[in-house]
């Protein structure tokens, strides 16, 4: 049995997009024992997923950390090949420490490289499928993500939509002001849509502005896991976000979405996709408090 390590990292949009080259790994050692290396916010949906047979937590111990190091390189030992889809310095690093293996990336000497500057003009999802290719895997099949839609949901009302008012902390510049959601949540109620918030704890005083705005808005932020947005997702009507993980998440799970991007991110590299890769509406301008609601609410499927 041959044993397999893929090494994704995060983040969480760049998780989801990874779904299609984990099951392109799956299938093409389908007897193999498969090990996925990861953080621990990613671990819960790695284990629930068909891909893997066993999940490593990186601790992304410091340099000068010798014993997690050890650690990790213990971790790192034994393996045929890696497919290292984080192709980041750090994951890169790993292929010394793991002793020179096989090895897809972008690590230099590396027995598979993906090399050249067209990989950085390439969408995350077709860089990874070409980093694939040249490992020699060329099957792409759909992922069933059947282990996550169709998981119970709360219960949320019969015709609803999902509003990602969030981003990264230290990318502000990312997120549409919380004011005009709570604007375009009071245009969903008014056309019999119940507006649902969605994101993690840190966004519950953005989800506290738009209920203010629009106390129909049901507020889910904190409330709802990774695993649980695909299965509410995949119900929604369409979702309205900012670049994002669940909004990567929604769109995966292929509810129509619509897709807030400024000048601090470009969606022809990071834009969710959809199943068989199909493309969100995207809406981009220089800076989002600059964005209408009239524009989005015209865009809404």
Not at 109 to 118: D, I, L
Not at 235 to 255: E, K, S
Request: proline share 9%.
């Amino acid at each position: 049995m041959k044993r397999i390590l893929v090494i994704r990292l995060g983040a969480l949009g760049d998780f989801v997009m990874s779904f299609g080259p984990f099951a392109a790994v799956r299938a093409h050692h389908p007897g193999a024992e498969i090990t996925l290396l990861t953080t621990a916010p990613f671990a819960r949906l790695a284990a629930a997923a068909p891909w893997f047979d066993r999940v490593e937590i990186d601790e992304r111990p410091a340099w000068w950390n010798l014993g997690g190091l050890l650690r990790l390189r213990r971790r790192l030992a034994g393996f045929d090949i890696v497919y290292d889809l984080q192709t980041s310095g750090r994951s890169s690093a790993y292929f010394l420490l793991a002793g020179r293996p096989r090895w897809s990336g972008t690590a230099p000497g590396c027995s598979h490289p993906q090399a050249g500057p067209e990989r950085r003009r390439m969408h995350t999802i077709e860089r990874q499928r070409d980093q694939l290719r040249l490992a020699g895997i060329t099957e792409f099949p759909a992922p069933d993500l059947s282990f996550l839609v169709n998981r119970p949901v709360p219960a949320l009302p019969d015709r609803f939509a999902l509003l990602v008012p969030g981003a990264s902390a230290h990318r502000p510049g990312k997120r549409w002001p919380a004011a005009e959601y709570g604007a375009l949540a009071a245009i969903l109620a008014g056309r019999g849509i119940a507006p649902v918030v969605i994101g993690g704890p840190d966004e519950a005083a953005i989800a506290s502005q738009i209920v203010a705005a629009c106390p129909a808005a049901l507020d889910q932020t904190g409330q709802t896991a990774l695993l649980d947005i695909f299965a509410i997702a995949a119900r929604a009507a369409f979702v309205v976000g900012n670049d994002t993980g669940p909004t990567h998440i929604a769109t995966a799970a292929g509810c129509p979405a619509v897709v807030l991007f400024s000048a601090d991110s470009d969606p022809a590299m990071t834009a969710p996709r959809g199943p068989g890769g199909s493309w969100p509406t995207v809406i981009r301008v220089p800076v989002l408090a600059e964005l209408s609601v009239e524009r989005v609410a015209a865009a809404l499927p």
